[in-house]
T-cell receptor
Framework: RKEVEQDPGPFNVPEGATVAFNCTYSNSASQSFFWYRQDCRKEPKLLMSVYSSGNEDGRFTAQLNRASQYISLLIRDSKLSDSATYLCAQGGTSYGKLTFGQGTILTVHP | EAGVAQSPRYKIIEKRQSVAFWCNPISGHATLYWYQQILGQGPKLLIQFQNNGVVDDSQLPKDRFSAERLKGVDSTLKIQPAKLEDSAVYLC??????????????FGSGTQLSVL
């Protein structure tokens, strides 16, 4: 089993739609989780960290469910510019290394 | 603030040839990572340095890949000899300390390697 698993999609949604991605992880000892955004032929960029209490940044909401070992990302009111690959990542139990999922492709169309 | 610098941006080689990539992390960052990202997959950690020491190289194919970080700043990743399956984007990242689990990583633009 992969350490971090994501549904690769692709997800094709119209502008204004709400879309949600889930990501499961296997290392129950991990203390940190992240969502990264990666545009085509670009490097990953941090979208948001995921905290136990959940966190929100504008149209984006991230949540952590430790009991079921998954994290989620909710995007409300999708924009064309949200089209990208969304990578979830799990931090190690020590040091800063991240283990990434394979990414979920999102395409927002007019 | 200058970001993580990588070169070259693209490299095309034939199998069995050698290739080297260079990375200059953000100034003052103690931890440096090399990730391999194959098309359609997420980045996979190859090696992590803390200053000039190796913290984790468990997924580095040591029969053909090598990496060094002299003086705890710049780093080079080398592949010798290259195989077709090494075609990927090689991403370098750095973080301030590497000392805690939720530290942010900063990625460079990557080197896209094509092995023919």
């Amino acid at each position: 089993r992969k350490e971090v698993e994501q549904d690769p999609g692709p997800f094709n949604v119209p502008e204004g739609a709400t879309v949600a991605f889930n990501c499961t992880y296997s290392n129950s000892a991990s203390q940190s989780f992240f969502w990264y955004r990666q545009d085509c032929r670009k490097e990953p960029k941090l979208l948001m960290s995921v905290y136990s209490s959940g966190n929100e940044d504008g149209r984006f909401t991230a949540q952590l469910n430790r009991a079921s070992q998954y994290i989620s990302l909710l995007i409300r009111d999708s924009k064309l510019s949200d089209s990208a690959t969304y990578l979830c990542a799990q931090g190690g139990t020590s040091y800063g290394k991240l283990t990434f999922g394979q990414g979920t492709i999102l395409t927002v169309h007019p | 603030e200058a970001g993580v610098a990588q070169s070259p941006r693209y490299k095309i080689i034939e199998k069995r040839q050698s290739v080297a990539f260079w990375c200059n992390p953000i100034s003052g960052h103690a931890t440096l990572y090399w990730y391999q990202q194959i098309l359609g997959q997420g980045p996979k950690l190859l090696i992590q340095f803390q200053n000039n020491g190796v913290v984790d190289d468990s997924q580095l194919p040591k029969d053909r890949f090598s990496a060094e970080r002299l003086k705890g700043v710049d780093s080079t990743l080398k592949i010798q000899p290259a195989k077709l399956e090494d075609s990927a984007v090689y991403l370098c990242a750095s973080s301030p300390t590497g000392g805690y689990a939720n530290e942010k990583l900063f990625f460079g633009s990557g080197t896209q390697l094509s092995v023919l």
